[in-house]
């Protein structure tokens, strides 16, 4: 991933000033010229050296830089810095965000393309049929969608009520002589469970295309959490403790006369490391996210894949169907014994014509390869950036940057041109208690980080649930929390979608996991409960964010 970092320390650039030795005043020729091209005016600004009693950040010996210039410095390092930090940040979400839409438009267009083949077969195949009927069919497509986008239906009770609705359907067609009321067709959709019309279609399309929605939703949200994570961490602002640090580091070498002279690669590492103290802790979490992300892919592939199963919808229904009908004269004589012969009162008609129209299903359509590149092409930039926090510190002191090994007795120590002693700090707000460049008081945390290190918990909980072929928002029984349900999107990628259960696109808490409004649980018929871990994980983010945001 390219940073693009080796700008940070532009200054150094600027040609090679000895330290004053002689006592005599110096020129401040390079100084005015530096401080101008970054856009500074001269006014005040010192001809020659002058004493440096009056700095606070920068060591106060002879000194070409004036309080306001310091002050000035202070803060073009500060936004210089936050500056290529974001930078950084958005070349990482360009990525996330670019797989996103990939992975979203193939599953959508699976999707779509298995609607309209059906669209365009079902017509040929089973005549007035399906046409009299097509609104169920559309209907079944319409929920499929707003599952896949988010919204927190149960995706099985959608699939079963799919079924009951489109048995009634075909049992009246084949049976138009007879008037049948809402008891009985109850009656006849309970022979189903013994009769099996459908065969086995029914079961196994259940089975695989919830584990196929399933893989697929939470993998497209892990996406877009990940995105928006990284955009919001990359934009917070750095402390003021942060600031004198990079200021020390980036220049007052200036005003020492000493401005082409880099910093030493272990003082620039304590700065970075400091600074960077809050997003290191993003690690633990994120490298999780991304492994969940890794093992769900995996799901991707194979004869069950989520590109066969998605993609051969129509088909499995259209073999249904088949079926049902093939068999329709041993069905209904057993829905008659079960449930008693029906009042005589519609039209009689042959079923020669619809026999004849109904001819061969359609055949399946072979899968492309699509989404084994895209599946491909994601995981190897997944595995690249899993590291991404805690290796930030040391993509911005680059060679190019910091002195070379060579010359670490020759390099810029935050004092003068010599070695740098201290110890380098690890990684994270806890490694920092001894840092001697970045002054950190560990106990206070940066909360907004702490919100996003939150929803990493949250969306590599979803992710696990998904690749067990589990969906964490219907298995939660308490009346407390809920999983989000809503679907993972990325700025302008959101869906414009009403539904109650979503979060508008604010700085506020990501919308992927919390609910705002909806505080009580929509329940499913899942059979397996949440772990106890998962509940008290999911019931602390709702305290932290609620409070966090004063939500009522």
């Given at each position: ?147 896949y986008r988010g919204s927190n239906i149960n995706l099985e009770e959608v699939l079963n009520e799919f079924w009951v609705r489109l048995l009634e359907r075909l049992f009246k ?380």
């Amino acid at each position: 991933m390219d940073l693009r970092l080796s700008f940070f320390f532009c200054f150094l650039a600027t040609p090679i000033v000895g330290e004053n030795t002689s006592g005599k005043a110096r020129s401040c020729s390079d100084v005015r010229q530096f401080y101008s091209g970054k856009g500074f005016h001269l006014v005040g600004v010192p001809q020659t050296e002058i004493s440096g009693e009056h700095l606070r950040i920068c060591p106060q010996g002879y000194t070409c830089c004036t309080s306001e210039m310091e002050e000035s410095l202070s803060t073009l390092s500060r936004r210089e810095f936050e500056g290529l930090v974001k930078e950084a940040g958005h070349s990482l979400q360009l990525s996330l965000t670019t797989q996103y839409k990939s992975f979203d438009g193939y599953f959508l267009d699976l999707l779509n393309q298995s609607e309209r083949s059906l669209q365009d077969s079902f017509p040929a195949v089973y005549g007035e049929l399906y046409t009299q009927n097509a609104r169920l069919f559309k209907d079944l497509y319409a929920e499929l969608r707003r599952y896949y986008r988010g919204s927190n239906i149960n995706l099985e009770e959608v699939l079963n009520e799919f079924w009951v609705r489109l048995l009634e359907r075909l049992f009246k067609a084949q049976n138009p002589q007879y008037v049948f009321g809402d008891e009985y067709l109850e009656c006849a959709v309970k022979q189903t469970e013994t009769l099996r019309p459908f065969g086995d279609v029914p079961r196994e399309l259940k089975l695989k295309a919830t584990r196929a929605f399933i893989a697929a939703r939470s993998f497209v949200q892990g996406l877009g959490v990940s995105s928006e994570v990284v955009r919001k961490v990359s934009q917070v602002p750095l402390s003021p403790e942060c600031t004198r640090a990079l200021m020390k580091l980036m220049y007052c070498p200036h005003c020492r006369g000493m401005p082409s002279v880099k910093p030493c690669i272990n003082y620039c590492r304590n700065v970075m490391k400091g600074c960077l103290a809050n997003q290191a802790d993003l690690d633990t979490e994120w490298r999780n996210l991304i492994e969940s992300m890794l093992q769900v892919a995996d799901r991707f592939n194979g004869p069950s894949s989520v590109e066969v199963v998605i993609g051969s919808i129509h088909t499995r229904i259209s073999e249904a169907m088949v079926n049902m009908l093939d068999n329709s004269a041993h069905f209904t004589s057993k829905v008659f014994q079960a449930c008693g012969t029906p009042r005589v009162g519609g039209t009689q008609v042959s079923g020669s014509e619809d026999k004849k129209k109904r001819g061969k299903s359609p055949v399946d359509e072979k899968a492309g390869l699509g989404l084994e590149k895209l599946v491909s092409d994601v995981t190897g930039k997944l595995r690249e950036m899993q590291q991404y926090w805690v290796q930030l510190p040391n993509a911005l002191c680059t060679d190019k940057v910091s002195a070379a090994p060579a010359s670490e007795d020759k390099c810029w120590n935050g004092m003068s041109r010599a070695s740098y002693l201290p110890e380098v700090m690890g990684d994270g707000l806890a490694s920092q208690i001894n840092n001697p460049e970045v002054e950190i008081d560990i106990t206070k945390p940066d909360m907004t980080i702490r919100q996003q290190i939150m929803q990493l918990k949250i969306m590599t909980n979803r992710l696990r649930n998904a690749f067990n072929g589990n969906d964490v928002d219907f298995q939660d029984t308490s009346d407390d929390v809920s999983g989000s349900g809503s679907g993972a999107c990325v700025e302008e990628l959101c869906p414009r979608s009403t539904d109650r259960n979503t979060i508008p696109n604010t700085d506020q808490p990501i919308q992927y996991a919390i609910p705002a409004e909806n505080k009580k649980v929509v329940k499913g018929t899942a059979s397996q409960a949440l772990p106890h871990s998962t509940l008290l994980l999911l019931s602390l983010a709702v305290v932290l964010f609620r409070r966090e945001v004063n939500w009522p």
